[in-house]
């Protein structure tokens, strides 16, 4: 892609954000408090101010209208506090904009709070980049793409978890399948029937018929998530889980029989199933199965779906394919978004550069063409355009749709980056050695500056000046102490755990990258937010400086 028009985008203040997963509150917090910096230029504004102060001043400006409310009940007289908050807000308003507000009267008080408040949020965060990932795992990611939607500034470069929606609002049966799998693996009705309004009682009522609770361990809900809507049974979610990864799997086997090009046969596990002793054959070694529980799998033709599976995921296909809210969403990833972007002397993209072992960019075959670098990253982005903007009938229709299906899972995605997916293996084998996902060499080479400056010339850029700006893979600065600068400061990965499955290894709640006229900063926020104690406590990220490149 080339890169974004902008009159001057080195005056601009430009935030950078990763993998957020659907934890909209985390990210509306991002949003609302530039990942600290209303609260940082408040304390360079106002620095005498007491603590308190300073801290409710912040709360306000990032949640006027709610903090208002706050205030409101816990006071009878507004007048002390609308002078003093008036005045302090005008002065921050300046800090961001340099322009000075005239007075105004008591009953046109909250108008002007929030107005000022709102504009402050804007001069904070003058333009985002979404670095890949808004989908799955968290609770709301249709509340965060509700917002994405009236930004007044924003990019997007397509995560693997995003590619599976934008696959299934193409339709694409196997990325519905995944995308419902994933929900119910995090108790994720409240997107589905709160959000979107797809009700998940068809399947619910289908699985409960047809599965049992064997291996119930491994498809049971993550506890991370509650549902906020009518509690559904975790013994029903896990039958639910389960049928839709049966589902799931049969459809992986007709397209890697359907589509060779994509070499992903060694995902055609159904049929090394022995069904007399329940075990499978995986890489020539033979492993007993969890679970005995497939009721729809016909071992002489294991990847035919059932009457009802099919008429299931047709059903679910039409829905993603008519609904009006998904729709609004996709097409904002399709005219915002792209695998990679090149912007301001930086490239952004997701996942990564598919390398080899010594560091070279790799080749790639698909659909009898060889590409690398920024060639192949090209094409992946015209073939996912082609999978939602071709006709039905169209006869390049079905590869574009198989190929979204490989930027999820493909060896050499580079939304991706591993060998293989093992989701079959994590549920049905206990050796963990079925499980292992090898990385592609790019993870291991991340602090070579040679092959960071290699890829940023392969895409154009100053191989000195430029930076590489990605994310994909959580960085454990607490488990294992990673860093997330690589490469003398030339890579930077954004994945700080944002999601909350990923905090424990992470120890942090994201990561955020600012950058502004002077430098390239890097924050990590110490803490999660909920939006209650952002209001109400006056709670903030507690972010902390971890790298700074100043503006050369």
Request: charged fraction near 30%.
């Amino acid at each position: 892609m080339e890169s974004l028009r902008n009159p001057n985008p080195a005056a601009v203040t430009e935030h950078f954000v990763s993998d957020i997963h659907g934890e909209h509150e985390a990210f509306i917090h991002i949003l609302r408090s530039a990942s600290g910096e209303i609260r940082r230029k408040i304390d360079s504004t106002l620095g005498a101010m007491p603590e308190d102060d300073r801290r409710e001043l912040a709360s306000l400006i990032c949640y006027p209208e709610e903090k208002l409310a706050f205030v409101k009940s816990k006071n009878t007289d507004m007048n002390p506090w609308y002078s003093k908050v008036i005045a302090d807000l005008t002065c921050i308003y300046h800090a961001f904009s340099k322009q000075f507000v005239g007075t105004i009267t008591f009953d046109k008080a909250d108008e002007f709070i929030v107005t000022l408040s709102k504009k402050i949020q804007r001069f904070a965060i003058e333009h985002l980049h979404v670095v890949g990932d808004i989908y799955d795992r968290g609770p709301r990611a249709d509340i965060i793409m509700d917002e994405l939607c009236s930004f007044h500034s924003v990019d997007i470069q397509w995560g693997n978890h995003d590619i599976v929606w934008m696959g299934a609002a193409a339709g694409s049966e196997i990325c519905v399948a995944n995308a419902l799998r994933i929900a119910l693996r995090y108790n994720g009705f409240d997107m589905f029937e709160l959000g979107y309004g797809i009700d998940l009682k068809d399947l619910a009522d289908f699985a409960d018929r047809t599965y049992n609770d064997d291996g119930f361990n491994k498809f049971k809900p993550s506890s991370d998530y509650d549902i906020t809507g009518t509690p559904v049974d975790p013994y029903l979610t896990a039958k639910m889980h389960k049928a839709v990864s049966i589902i799931q799997f049969k459809l992986e086997g007709q397209l890697a029989m359907r589509n060779p090009s994509l070499a992903l046969d060694h995902r055609r596990l159904l049929e090394r199933i022995n069904f007399d002793d329940y075990t499978i054959d995986i890489d020539g070694v033979i492993h007993p199965l969890l679970s005995r529980d497939f009721p729809t799998v016909d071992p002489k033709n294991p990847y035919e779906l059932s009457a009802e599976e099919d008429a299931l995921i047709k059903k679910f296909t039409a829905e993603f394919r008519n609904n009006a809210l998904v729709k609004k969403h996709i097409d904002l990833l399709f005219q915002k978004g792209s695998v990679y972007l090149a912007y301001n002397g930086n490239l952004l993209f997701h996942g990564c550069v598919p390398l080899t072992e010594d560091g070279e960019i790799a080749s790639v075959e698909l659909f009898g063409k060889t590409m690398k670098g920024k060639e192949y990253f090209d094409f992946c982005d015209e073939m996912t355009r082609k999978a939602y903007f071709l006709d039905d009938a169209d006869a390049d229709k079905q590869n574009a749709l198989d190929f979204i299906w490989y930027l999820w899972c493909g060896e050499k995605s580079p939304l991706f980056g591993k060998s293989r997916m093992t989701t079959f293996e994590r549920y049905y084998v206990e050796d963990k050695a079925t499980h292992e996902e090898v990385k592609n060499p790019y993870f291991k080479l991340l602090d070579r500056v040679d092959v960071a400056e290699k890829i940023l010339t392969e895409f154009g850029l100053d191989a000195k000046t430029g930076h590489i700006i990605n994310g994909h893979v959580p960085v454990k600065v607490v488990k294992k102490g990673e860093n997330p600068v690589k490469a003398q400061g030339k890579l930077i990965v954004i994945d700080g755990g944002i999601a909350k499955p990923y905090q424990k290894e992470t120890g942090l709640a994201g990561f955020a990258l600012v950058k502004d006229p002077k430098a390239l900063t890097l924050y990590a926020h110490r803490n999660p937010i909920t939006t209650k104690g952002a209001i109400e406590e006056n709670l903030d990220f507690n972010s902390t400086k971890e790298f700074v490149d100043e503006a050369k």
